[in-house]
């Protein structure tokens, strides 16, 4: 299967801790990214959590596809308070895989995090499913950069 890796850097005005359980809870997902609707059966057993996630797609601004897609999230705080990391899969209809990783260091001004996707795809969709999860990735830091800011 073709594959790509995804990787953005950002910055995020709060301690490794709170971006950790912000990202660790599956409900915190909507809205940040774009397509993510709704979650929904959410399975927990210890650190790792399965769930199901609502995608909305529109295309030609009129017609609408629902994507259903699997989702397993793995939290280990396990270097908290200075590091941490949160991983899983993500398993869409036509065979699409995505692994993610988002790496959360203490940095002086708050938290650097390293958001990171391999996309396994058939032939033919990875570059529009890389173009997707790059804007995706992109509009997750800025909304979560938004959500997590420090009053001035």
Sequence with gaps: MPSAELQHTFHIAAPPEEVFAH?????????????????????????????????????LGLLRHDNIIGVTLV????????SAEIS????????VRMGYRFTIDRHDSG????????LRTPPGLLRFAATQAGAVQRARARVLTERLARPA
Excluded: K, M, Q, W
């Design 88 to 95: 899983g899969e993500v398993r869409s209809p036509g065979r």
């Design 23 to 59: 990202l660790a809870e599956p409900s915190h997902y909507i809205g940040l990214s774009p397509l993510l609707v709704a979650v929904r059966d959410v399975r927990r057993d210890g650190g790792t959590v399965r769930y199901t996630a609502v995608e909305r797609f529109r295309f």
């Design 111 to 118: 938290s650097v995090v390293i958001d990171t996707l391999n």
């Design 75 to 82: 939290a280990a705080p396990d270097g908290l308070p200075e």
